[in-house]
């Protein structure tokens, strides 16, 4: 998602999924493919070494289950601590998110 009107629409009226790591706002978008946008703020993780490799997971774990998804669009932010974690344990936590958004 690049467009500012899509995160607000996203950010309106979202379905709110959260864990110990992760955040993710999920808006319904019928008709059109599954979309990721990433709001990984600069006050969580301060480092751009460390923004940098959160987003590249993200977008990792999407594209692998991108199938499993439904037409919707999800943004996804990070919680404080997650720079600390292996990407491992970062990958499992996010794949369960996400596949829950899914009935």
């Known amino acids: 998602m690049l467009e500012a009107g899509a995160y607000k629409a996203t950010f309106n009226k979202p379905r709110k999924y959260v864990n110990k790591y992760w955040l993710v706002f999920v808006a319904k978008k019928p008709g059109q493919e599954s979309r990721l946008g990433l709001a990984i703020a600069k006050k969580v993780l301060?480092?751009?070494?460390?923004?940098?490799?959160?987003?590249?997971?993200v977008r990792e774990v999407?594209?692998?289950?991108?199938?499993?998804?439904?037409?919707?669009?999800y943004v996804v932010l990070?919680?404080?601590?997650?720079?600390?974690?292996?990407n491992a344990a970062l990958q499992l936590s996010l794949k369960t998110l996400l596949l829950k958004t899914t009935p």
């Open 46 to 57: 301060p480092k751009a070494v460390s923004r940098n490799r959160i987003k590249r997971l």
């Open 62 to 73: 999407f594209r692998h289950n991108r199938a499993d998804l439904l037409n919707h669009d």
């Open 78 to 86: 990070c919680r404080k601590g997650l720079d600390k974690q292996p």
